[in-house]
Structure formats: structure tokens, C-alpha cells
């Protein structure tokens, strides 16, 4: 027994805690968020850093091993603060379709997430002059109105506790009317949403997948019921709320399961006051699921024979559809078609 107990702590003990280390960039020593989060994490080793790409960009790097225990790395970003929205992605009908990145990677551990095919590092960097990008968005504000979205590569929300960039968000918005935001998260970080008032031109969208999928494939993200509970929550308070069904996961029984997690998303909250629905497969570019075939290749997900065509993989066109119908009439027994967008390939 003594020496399985030895083992086990030393499994314990093998990692370092979560932001066991901060790097920080000499310039971002200057701003108050870098102060607060140093406040926050007083035991944690301080390294300072010129550029944070000498550690976030490094060769060499194991995504998987980070994730166990990832750090901080603090950064003032200096370069395009905003880009043009991927045709990838759902533009909702909006013309002005943009996103911005003031944070880089997530807390959760998604198998099937794109950000480990667009980092080789999964430590999270939190860009600290938000302000910088309060100011570009300021400028193209006065030539158009403008959608953004503005928790790609993270989840704002989950990481609210460190930042504190919701609610500088949610001022920004309220300050510029011709400013629609979309905050797409997993998190049930409802405190957040309750310090401020719903906000007629913010979104709040929710990732939902079925409860098995999430405990396969989504590692540390809230549980199926207690996202809806945070969306119940937010709707009642006021907010336009989203739920995305995507990515959708071809899976043993998908069919059963998919229809169970509708059944049971509509039996929590309000279908009248769902702002709109997305549902979406799970798509890659090649590049990245080439790139995620080496990091793992045991994962069930990438293992899959994906169809590939411009550039872009996804289920055949027979799982396609029969994933796409399932979930779209299921849907629809409970929303009207008007407020349903369906992302094709």
C-alpha cells in the first residue's frame, strides 16, 4: 500500500499547478491587468520575456503536455488587432463580419478544438492593452457598423476571473450602437453576466453538445445541464442568446443522442426567447487535421475518413446529410425556420 500511495502522489505531484509561471513582456509590465493578475497569482514564478512569441512560438513544443498544466503568458500585441470573419464560419447574414483575439487559447481541452492546429503551444497568452483595440475598432466604427466576434480563439467568459474583459466588453458595446458582438462560449460563468445589463447589440452564444459527447471529447467544460442552467439564467435577465449546435460529432448513436440533448435543451429553457440557432458539422482544413493526425493518432476524431475538397474536411456527404436533417428537424419542432442557420459545405 505504501508503495502505491508513493506512486500516486508522484503522479500528483509529477505536474505543476495551473499558471504555475507567468511570462511577461517587459512593456506589459506598464498596464494595471498585468498588476492585478500578478496580485492574483503571488505564488507563481515571474520570468520576464522580450517578445511572446520567443515562448508561445517555440518549436519543439508538446500541446497535449502543456495542457495538463498550462501557463500564463502576458503580451502587449502591437500588430492587426482585427481580421476578416472565415468562410468557415457562420456570418449569420451579417455583411461586416469581423473578429479579434485579446486572448489566445482556451482553459478547456475540446479533442476536436482548431486552436491546437493553429498554435504549437497551448499556454495561454492575454493580450493586457485592450484599450489598443477599443481604439481600431473606434476607427472602422465610423465608417460602418461592424459584427464582431470576439471569443474565437478563447472563452472570454471562461476566463473572466483573470481578466475581467467581459465587462470592459460590455461598455465598449453599450458606448457604440453600430457595434454587434458575439461572445461564444462553454462556460457557465453566469457571475460575470450578472454584474451587467443585457445589452441589445451583444450575443451570447453557447457551444451545446450531448452530455456523452462532452464527457468524451470536451475535457473540462461544464456539464451539459449546467450550461443550460447559465443560459436559463441569461435569457431571463434579458440577453439575446445563441445556441450552437456545432460542431456536430459523428458518433455510435449519434441520432439517439442528438435528439435526447434537443428534447432536453428545449425542456430547460424558453424556445420563444432563444435569439437564433446555428448548427454546424465538424469541420478542419487539412492542414490542421494533417498536423492533428501526428499530435494524435489515437484520437477517435481525427482517425475518421474525412471527405476533403478545396481545402476543407468533413463527413461524407451521406453523414452530411443525415446528421444535418436529424438535428435541423428536431430543431425545428421548436423553432421557427427564420431564426435556424444551417452551415453547409
Request: some cysteine.
Amino acid at each position: 500500500m505504501k508503495g502505491r500511495l508513493i506512486l500516486r502522489n508522484l503522479k500528483i505531484d509529477l505536474w505543476s499547478s495551473k499558471f504555475s509561471h507567468i511570462y511577461i513582456e517587459e512593456e506589459a509590465y506598464n498596464y494595471d491587468l498585468t498588476k492585478d493578475i500578478l496580485k492574483r497569482f503571488r505564488e507563481s514564478d515571474v520570468i520576464n520575456i522580450k517578445h511572446y512569441k520567443d515562448v508561445f512560438n517555440r518549436s519543439h513544443q508538446s500541446y497535449s503536455i502543456q495542457k495538463k498544466s498550462p501557463k500564463l503568458i502576458l503580451a502587449v500585441k502591437k500588430d492587426k488587432f482585427l481580421y476578416n470573419g472565415s468562410n468557415m464560419c457562420e456570418s449569420f447574414g451579417r455583411k461586416n463580419f469581423y473578429y479579434t483575439s485579446t486572448i489566445m487559447n482556451c482553459i478547456y481541452d475540446c479533442e476536436y478544438c482548431y486552436l491546437q492546429g493553429m498554435y504549437t503551444s497551448s499556454n495561454i497568452v492575454i493580450f493586457v492593452n485592450i484599450e489598443d483595440v477599443f481604439k481600431e475598432i473606434t476607427q472602422l466604427l465610423q465608417e460602418k457598423s461592424i459584427y464582431l466576434c470576439i471569443s474565437y480563439e478563447t472563452d472570454l467568459l471562461a476566463l473572466d476571473g483573470i481578466t475581467g474583459y467581459f465587462k470592459k466588453w460590455m461598455e465598449f458595446a453599450k458606448a457604440n450602437s453600430n457595434l454587434e458582438l458575439e461572445v461564444r462560449t462553454k462556460s457557465a460563468n453566469i457571475s460575470s453576466i450578472q454584474k451587467v445589463d443585457a445589452l441589445s447589440n451583444v450575443i451570447l452564444a453557447w457551444t451545446l453538445s450531448p452530455q456523452s459527447i462532452i464527457e468524451s471529447y470536451e475535457l473540462r467544460t461544464p456539464s451539459l445541464k449546467t450550461r443550460l442552467k447559465a443560459i436559463d439564467t441569461a435569457i431571463k435577465r434579458g440577453w439575446k442568446v445563441r445556441l450552437c449546435f456545432d460542431p456536430l460529432i459523428y458518433v455510435k448513436n449519434w441520432d439517439m443522442k442528438y435528439t435526447k440533448m434537443i428534447d432536453e435543451v428545449f425542456s430547460s429553457i424558453n424556445s420563444e426567447l432563444v435569439y437564433d440557432i446555428e448548427i454546424g458539422l465538424f469541420r478542419i482544413s487539412k492542414e490542421f487535421l494533417k498536423r492533428f493526425r501526428k499530435l494524435k493518432d489515437n484520437s477517435e476524431i481525427f482517425s475518421y475518413p474525412y471527405d476533403c475538397s478545396k481545402g476543407i474536411c468533413t463527413y461524407s456527404p451521406e453523414h452530411t446529410k443525415k446528421l444535418l436533417e436529424l438535428v435541423y428537424n428536431n430543431v425545428r419542432i421548436y423553432i421557427d425556420e427564420n431564426r435556424v442557420y444551417v452551415k453547409e459545405w
